[in-house]
Nanobody
Framework: RCSSWSLGGGLVQAGGSLRLSCAAS????????LGWFRQAPGNAREGVALISIADGQTYYSDSVKGRFTISADNARSTVYLQMNSLKSEDTAVYYC??????????????????WGKGTLVTVSS
């Protein structure tokens, strides 16, 4: 059984930064495709960023490319999302996810097999 918790959400002004953390337990990060997703009220879930520790591959949605950075620390079993230059449209509940299959860009669209608890990010304009 695996589980994870997302931390680091909160209220920030537009243009500010936040770092989200997702601590996993019950599995080894480098065996999984990892990612961050978000869902704003009334909107469908959106894939934001993906990473594979095994081959260092990353993917980002066009909406966050150049502003967000995903990273992972296998020793700490933690996945991070550094968010800079935040915009009001980044307001959403953010979730981390993990999938035992090889990472592809399509994970942004199709999601993951396992999900962590979400954390709310609110960006005020």
């Amino acid at each position: 059984r695996c589980s994870s918790w997302s931390l680091g959400g909160g209220l920030v002004q537009a243009g500010g930064s936040l770092r989200l953390s997702c601590a996993a337990s019950g599995f080894t990060l480098d065996d999984y495709a990892l990612g961050w997703f978000r869902q704003a009220p009334g909107n469908a879930r959106e894939g934001v960023a993906l990473i594979s520790i095994a081959d260092g591959q990353t993917y980002y949605s066009d909406s966050v490319k150049g502003r967000f950075t995903i990273s992972a620390d296998n020793a700490r079993s933690t996945v991070y999302l550094q968010m800079n230059s935040l915009k009001s449209e980044d307001t959403a509940v953010y979730y981390c996810g993990a999938d035992p299959h090889h990472l592809t860009k399509e994970h942004l669209e199709y999601g993951m097999d396992y999900w962590g608890k979400g954390t709310l990010v609110t960006v005020s304009s």
